[in-house]
């Protein structure tokens, strides 16, 4: 069905927090209201060996802003926009942080998969786990190794997935972090290219997530 993809489609990821999937989060009125809403969705759009990952935030009205809130902090959305290219061996994250835009560029190469002998069918999709293991700084202010499981479909032979986790043999399905899930529920093989262009740099530039985190927990020290 997949063999002959073709390199210009859209995806659209939503995104589960501790609210939709743990019984222990539900039980207090807060999470009652909070799901009620839409979950978070995503756009992954990709061009040949370009893709570039947004929010689709025009699903909230006016009264849901701060159940979209809430979503955003539950699931550690700060995240503008992610602009993938394969070709430079490039990931670019535009990130928003006390109402200003930073930018972490990372090596895609620097994505150290495992990629497992296990096998999910997810949907429609013949699914194969891998695992990605990720420094990054916890609310102590001390660094931690994070796991994070993705699994991908290899007969969608694209090396894409939601927000920075590409470089895989396949597009990513799903994405299991410690505090939510990231699932496809759509795909639009486009038969016209959308051209992506490159987002502008941020005010300051990071190379790394965590050096990131450690300037964003300078900050907001200094504001305390």
């Known amino acids: 069905m997949f063999s002959q993809v073709s390199k210009n489609i859209q995806c659209t990821y939503r995104v589960l927090t501790v609210f939709d999937f743990n019984e222990e989060t539900k ?8 799901l009620l809403t839409n979950p978070l969705e995503y756009t992954l759009q990709i061009n040949d060996d370009k893709s570039i990952y947004f929010e689709n935030d025009n699903l909230f009205d006016e009264s849901e802003i701060m159940s979209l809130k809430i979503r955003r902090i539950l699931s550690s959305n700060n995240i503008k ?16 942080a006390f109402d200003e835009d ?7 190469s620097d994505n150290n998969w495992i990629i ?23 609310r102590a ?12 479909a290899p007969k969608i032979p694209l090396r894409f ?9 396949g597009l990513v399905i799903q994405v299991e972090e410690k505090s939510k899930i990231i699932q496809l529920t759509k795909i639009l093989f486009l ?8 987002p502008k740099d941020g005010l300051k530039i990071f190379s790394s997530l965590i050096d990131f985190e450690k300037h964003v927990k300078s900050m907001r020290n200094s504001n305390q």
Do not use: H
């Open 81 to 96: 926009n992610v602009y993938t290219d394969l070709k430079k061996n490039k990931i670019k994250e535009n990130i928003d």
């Open 161 to 169: 997935g939601p927000l920075y986790y590409n470089g895989l043999p």
């Open 116 to 138: 497992t002998n296990e096998t999910k069918k997810i949907d429609q999709y013949d699914c194969i786990k891998a695992i990605l293991k990720t420094q990054n700084l916890n």
């Open 102 to 108: 930073f930018t972490v560029l990372k090596k895609l």
């Open 191 to 198: 038969e016209v290219s959308k051209k992506i262009e490159e």
């Open 141 to 152: 202010g001390t660094e931690e190794t994070l796991e994070t499981i993705a699994y991908f």
């Open 27 to 34: 039980k207090n009125g807060l999470s009652e209201k909070v």
